[in-house]
């Protein structure tokens, strides 16, 4: 019988939906978005601060990854509920925005809807919750505003704790402070001041992994590092003062479009054909050594013969570099990307005060260091093992992310549950003012914010009702940055302790958390398409 919305007109059905199809709406459609949110809240929970616990996750081949990262965890696991997909893309929307803080826009929502899944039940409209959840976020954020501390960027210190507070919940133990003043120095390098502001573009880090060595063993290069070596054995390793030709072009012959047929009919011709071929090599390095270029770095192949004729110039010669680092080292180098060698010129070079081939780990890399713009570097990576690089490499994302929006809003707060404290004061005081059943959302709203530092607590191994009741205590004393020490259990001046966040991070988590919540509890009815054949046969293997 074909699934769909049962209606008699003169003693014949009306088939409105494709049979297979499921239909859920109502009390039971917004139940289900829930649970499947709340699903998700609760597996993140446990990761959540520095006391939080990793998740392993087997993919399908086998691939093994150990991490507490909220952004990983969540694009790891293939949710299969429309709601659990749904907050998986506004969870990413956070981690784009603010690099941060994606445990905390997960957990919130799931919080949120918890509260709401109660005040469904006392018959409260999901609209008029809605409209409380987003006054109180309003509220919220303006206090989130006035609370926040100036920083200023050559306070190099604060910086190095906000990075430190990043990594407090990632796997990179000891080499955490050296994480952190790495994090700062490539924020500090990259920064450029427009009309009064500071703006960070990370891209112009660039991050090469590499296992073997410590973690300690990660190093800043102010520069670019390509995962390639020197195409020649006769070739310079070493090159200073360096005038960089950056080509899309290849230094070999290239084959045809069309498919030709060449007669050769003695000896003679294919060796005045394979010379015609050496000449036409010889030319376009000759070409190139002419502009007076030493290092030349092709996104293309290199034939023998070209690289033979560039050892003898004593050019050094690297090829197949990717697209993405092509690009890096002409914005580093000031070099001009040339696509045809006949067009090359002295202009279009770069220049760079060395570029030298390196060994590191079992592999050789280039290194190019002393670039015309200082705007670029490269951070190395180093781990014991593969899955240890991927982690550290997850920290320093989230490290880097943080110390870049404290720079370019110049505000901060503190963590340790001070901020969403401090908010729920205030928004006790305003729950007050409110008329009607919204002043009831609000107050769910308030405890949803709480949740947070109680889930700080209880990952710690604390009394979660004993932290919160000494935690409202101490704001309500007036002390705004008083929050949670989680090593002993008591309530200190976070700031003071130099447990320090970005406030865009904080920020964006409660408004990621709270679309997040509204967006699910507008919803009254899902339906959903009968899966495909082809989909149904790769759930069964």
């Known amino acids: 019988m074909a699934a769909g919305i049962p209606m008699e007109t003169m003693g ?7 049979e297979g199809t499921q239909r859920s709406y109502g009390r039971e459609a917004v139940r289900s978005n829930i649970m499947a949110v709340r699903a998700i809240a609760e597996i993140l929970k446990t990761t959540y601060g520095p006391k939080g616990m990793d998740k ?13 990262d909220g952004a990983t965890i969540l694009d790891k696991i293939d949710f299969q509920h429309p709601a659990a997909k749904m907050l998986v893309q506004i969870a990413k929307g956070q981690d784009e925005e603010a690099g941060d803080g994606t445990k905390t826009s997960v957990i919130f929502a799931g919080e949120l809807l918890r509260e709401a899944e109660k005040l469904l039940a006392q018959n409260i409209h999901p609209t008029i919750i809605v409209e409380g959840y987003k006054d109180a976020l309003e509220k919220a954020l303006e206090v989130i505003n006035n609370i926040a501390e100036p920083i200023d960027i050559n306070d190099k210190e604060v910086l190095k704790k906000i990075a430190m507070t990043s990594l407090s919940s990632k796997a990179v133990g000891e080499a955490r402070e050296y994480f952190a003043e790495l994090a700062v120095e490539a924020v500090k390098a990259i920064a450029e001041e427009r009309d009064g502001k500071w703006y960070v573009d990370l891209n112009n880090i660039q991050i090469i992994k590499k296992h073997g060595g410590s973690l300690t063993d990660t190093m800043l290069v102010k520069g670019v590092v390509i995962d390639k070596e020197v195409v020649h054995p006769d070739m310079p390793r070493r090159v200073k003062n360096a005038k960089i030709a950056v080509l ?34 010889q030319e376009k390095v000759e070409r190139i050594a002419a502009t007076g270029a030493n290092v030349v770095i092709t996104q293309k192949g290199i034939d023998e013969v070209a690289q033979h004729f560039l050892a003898k110039k004593g050019i050094m010669a690297v090829r197949r570099v990717k697209r993405s680092d092509i690009e890096k080292i002409a914005r580093a180098t000031g070099a001009k990307i040339v696509t045809n060698i006949e067009d090359i010129s002295p202009e279009d070079l770069g220049y760079a005060e060395l570029v030298e081939e390196r060994r590191v ?22 781990a014991g093992f593969e899955r240890l690089v991927e982690e550290a490499h997850r920290a320093l994302h989230d490290a880097l992310s943080a110390v870049a929006d404290a720079v370019m809003d110049g505000k901060i707060v503190a963590g340790g549950g001070a901020t969403e404290a ?44 004993d932290v919160l009741m000494r935690l409202r205590s101490a704001h309500e004393a007036g002390k705004k940055w008083a929050g949670i020490d989680v090593d002993t259990g008591e309530i200190v001046d976070m700031m003071e302790k130099g447990v320090i966040e970005p406030m865009r991070v904080k920020a ?34």
């Open 361 to 382: 780990g079992e592999d050789k890399m280039i290194f190019i260091e002393g670039a015309r713009n200082p705007k670029s570097v490269t951070i190395l990576i180093r």
């Open 12 to 18: 014949v059905p009306v088939i409105i939906l494709k």
């Open 248 to 281: 899309d072009a290849p230094l070999e012959i290239e084959k045809p479009e069309i498919d030709l047929e060449i007669s050769i009919t003695s000896p003679d011709l294919v060796k005045k054909l394979l010379e015609k071929q050496e000449k036409i090599l």
């Open 56 to 68: 392993m996750l087997v993919d399908s081949l086998g691939d093994i990854t150990i991490t507490n």
């Open 422 to 465: 401090e908010i729920a004061k205030h928004l006790r005081e305003y729950a007050k003012t409110v008329a009607g059943k919204k002043s009831l959302a609000i107050e769910s709203f308030i405890r949803a914010v709480e949740a947070l530092p109680q889930t700080l607590a209880y990952n710690a191994g604390l009394d979660t009702i």
């Open 508 to 541: 964006n988590a409660l408004k990621a958390g709270t679309e997040a919540a509204t967006l699910i509890l507008r919803i009254d009815d899902v339906i959903a398409a009968r899966r495909s054949k082809e989909e149904e046969k790769g759930g069964k293997k």
